[in-house]
């Protein structure tokens, strides 16, 4: 009887002088292979009769902030790079009770010049870099490339002349997207050579845009395009002209440029959303032929159906290449091809590999 | 209450005017696409104004400081601060929080490099001067460089590599279901990424290849089409929705009186252009 007493007694003392407390333990841990640096492992050890682990974060001015609520003894967070930072969990019990503390070592974390996860992408740029290089060069050196016939890309010189014959203006829309789209970009350049046509012909170009630096992009490559036919005298900087950011504002301007202008030729080439079928509808109404392109891929379906001629995806964007026959953009284009090549033989393979449930070649392609 | 009236009224109008281009162009569009153009330029500039340029470039150059406890170059970039202050106050607040005077915008921490991308905004403004205006070609540059780098990552993560790991699948899994669906997945990816060959002429067996490719295209684009559809449906519903319940009692009848009136006056101005057209035929 007594030596339980002392038992308990002895039990109270550890507990009342923290020796219990002893067993919980924070460990912090830099995830090396990250690239942004920043992540870390925090793991715990248990403590008996906790219902959940209160874990902070010290700052830079040694006040600690809560990170989470957990009852999980291992998980990840991020800490800013370069900042001495250290952890403090708080056991609780169900009635939030603290039954023992603990703080971790100071970590620092840094950003990383090389992430070792992305290995195959880095690989895979530089491989598919190098084939378009060489073929840009080989093309430089006047080695014939051919193209097969595109019937959209056939149909721009027909589409202004009928403008021209008509009287009547060419609409040219670049989207509705800023120029950190590729497909802005892809449109600005497919604006060039329109705007080659119609200075050639001598019809009325009109561009309206969404975007105040596609704007002037725009009109750069207008005029560029104007100075090269050697027509400057018909450039006007108007002919590229602001309407408002806001996309169905923007649908709704444009539309009304169609049934009041009516132009012969509708060219939508650049970024789409959901404005696409309303202006692809009203220029079918209006009876304009309209050549769209775009690389969106859910709002080709809408080109496809109202207007005459669509570029789907790659065709959109080889565009260029076709319209003008620079040998660097035709090398590019048998580059790509040559990529594709190589891509469908390396799916050939995996599937193979997958076939035979061996799954290392898959692996290679694994995404972080 | 009555501007819960009149903004049923407003919203019915424009609806209405909106749907009048079903008809034909009339005065009802044009007035409220002009009405919906110009709000919204005014609305994005205000709003790219107040919610980028300000708290996110003048708020990094200058983060919201005691003035007392400015030293060194920060004495005089803050002094910076002061003078535009003085120039447009509600763009360049000072405030006095306990007697103690605070200069700066949020409280986000002070970078410096962002005053690279306060002077390629501020080259986009030389257009305005033709003599200067080649400077903002530099702006351009920029966007164009940094949006193709940053681009280029995540195309070929996402688009190249992530679509031919998805691509690796067995041909027979021992499920027929199964299998089938992973064949007809290959073969629709191998034969539509066929078709964007364009350095070879689709004939003979590549041009039956080509085809199936464009025809697995097809279907894609028929079943995206469809679906659209159906959201565009359902956002019409919504808008009758909101036309039923403004023609109640409690709005005014707004509904049934506005489309009333326009009907009206749709036809006679349709009278009234058969009329011109025939005297001036």
């Given amino acids: 009887m007594t030596i339980k007493r002392i038992g308990w007694l002895l039990a109270i003392i550890s507990v009342s002088s923290g020796l219990a407390f002893a067993e919980l333990s924070i460990n912090a841990e830099v995830v090396h292979t990250e690239a942004d640096g920043n992540k870390v492992i925090i793991t715990l050890t248990p403590v008996p009769n906790a219902s959940s682990y209160l874990i902070q974060k010290s700052l830079e001015s040694g006040e600690w902030v809560s990170v989470i609520e957990t009852r999980d003894l291992e998980f990840n967070t991020n800490i800013e790079n370069d900042i001495s930072t250290r952890f403090k969990v708080t056991a609780l019990d169900v009635n939030r009770n603290v039954l023992a503390e603990a703080v971790s070592e100071a970590i620092t974390t840094e950003a990383k010049w090389f992430n070792i996860k992305r290995l195959n992408r880095f690989i895979a740029l530089i491989l598919i870099s190098g084939i378009i290089l060489y073929y840009i060069t080989r093309a430089r ?145 209006i009876g304009a032929i309209q050549i769209a392109g775009t690389g969106s891929p859910s709002q080709i379906p809408f080109f496809v159906t109202a207007c005459d001629y669509t570029l789907i995806g790659e065709e959109f964007f080889a565009a260029s290449a076709y319209l003008g026959s620079d040998p660097k953009l035709l090398g590019s284009i048998k580059g790509q091809d040559i990529v594709k090549a190589i891509l469908m033989v390396c799916i050939g393979i995996g599937i193979l590999f997958e076939t035979f449930n061996v799954h290392f070649f898959k692996n290679l392609f694994l995404g972080s | 209450m009555y501007i819960g009236i009149l903004g049923a009224w407003v919203a019915v109008f424009l609806t209405l005017s909106i749907l009048s281009y079903l008809y034909k162009d009339n005065v009802f569009y044009k007035l409220s696409e002009h009405i919906f153009v110009g709000v919204s330029a005014a609305h994005w500039a205000t709003i790219a104004f107040w919610n980028q340029v300000q708290p996110n470039l003048f708020g990094r150059l200058w983060p919201q400081a005691e003035v007392a406890a400015l030293e060194g170059f920060n004495k005089f970039w803050y002094g910076i601060y002061h003078v535009l202050h003085v120039l447009f106050e509600k763009v360049f607040p000072e405030e006095t929080i306990n007697g103690v005077l605070y200069r700066g915008i949020g409280d986000q921490p002070q970078n410096l490099s962002y005053l690279i991308a306060f002077i390629l905004g501020v080259f986009m403004l030389f257009r305005l001067i033709p003599k200067i205006g080649w400077l903002s070609r530099w702006s351009l540059a920029y966007v164009i460089g940094m949006a193709a780098g940053l681009r280029l990552y995540g195309y070929m993560s996402s688009d190249v590599i992530g679509q031919i790991h998805a691509t690796m699948l067995p041909l027979w899994t021992g499920n027929l279901g199964e299998s089938i669906n992973n064949i007809i997945l290959i073969v629709g990816v191998l034969t539509g990424l066929f078709y964007f060959f364009f350095s070879v002429e689709h004939k003979g067996a590549l041009k039956i290849v080509s085809r199936i490719g464009i025809y697995f295209l097809m279907v894609y684009f028929g079943a995206s089409f469809g679906f659209a559809v159906m959201g565009r449906i359902s956002l019409l519903i919504g808008r009758f929705n909101d036309l039923i319940e403004y023609s109640g009692k409690q709005y005014g009848f707004a509904t049934p009186i506005l489309l009333l009136i326009m009907v009206a006056v749709l036809i006679l101005s349709g009278r009234k252009e058969k009329k011109n057209k025939e005297a001036e035929a």
Avoid: W
């Fill in chain 1, 141 to 285: 050196l006047n080695k014939k490339i051919y193209l097969r016939p595109v019937a959209g890309l056939q149909a721009f010189e027909e589409a202004v002349g009928r403008a021209t014959e008509m009287g009547r203006s060419v609409l040219f829309v670049p989207g509705i997207m800023d120029l950190d789209q590729v497909e802005t970009i892809s449109g600005l350049i497919i604006l060039g050579h329109v705007a080659k046509m119609t200075a050639r012909y001598e019809a009325d170009l009109n561009v309206p845009v969404s975007r105040s630096l596609v704007m002037e992009s725009g009109r750069e490559t207008v005029q560029a395009s104007y100075i090269s036919e050697g027509r400057p005298d018909l450039y006007s900087q108007d002919m590229v002209h602001y309407y408002t950011d806001d996309q169905f504002a923007f649908a709704a301007a444009v539309d009304g440029v169609m049934l009041r202008e009516k132009p012969a030729a509708v060219f939508l080439q650049g970024k789409f959303y959901a404005e696409s079928l309303i202006m692809a509808e009203t220029g079918n109404s």
